[in-house]
């Protein structure tokens, strides 16, 4: 069983920067990608960035040239830098890893940017 816990969400002014964590769980064995999703209130789930086992990564045009997403093996745990936020990137943000075709979700972190 995969669990995913996330940290380093708060309240940021516009033009801060913020940096995630995603600590998982279990064997790195069988795990294809890694990922960061939003989900803003009234809207649906969107891709944030990816990021897959050969270290190619993806990201949403909303967010390219303003965040990281990064990974350490060691320590089994994904990043989000975050920088130059804006107010519309405000949302509750999920983690989220494929194993052996099966996708777990963190529980999400709040992100809130004020203008």
């Known amino acids: 069983q995969v669990q995913l816990v996330e940290s380093g969400g708060g309240l940021v002014q516009a033009g801060g920067s913020l940096r995630l964590s995603c600590a998982a769980s279990g064997s790195r064995i069988g795990i294809t990608a890694m990922g960061w999703y939003r989900q803003a209130p009234g809207k649906q789930r969107e891709l944030v960035a990816i990021?897959?086992?050969?270290?190619?990564?993806v990201y949403a045009d909303s967010v390219k040239g303003r965040f990281t997403t990064s990974r350490d093996n060691a320590k089994n745990t994904l990043y989000l830098q975050m920088n130059s936020l804006k107010p519309e990137d405000t949302a509750v943000y999920y983690c989220?890893?494929?194993?052996?075709?099966?996708?777990?979700w963190g529980q999400g972190t709040q992100v809130t940017v004020s203008s």
């Open positions: 990021i897959n086992i050969s270290g190619i990564t």
């Open positions: 989220s890893l494929r194993k052996y075709s099966t996708d777990y």
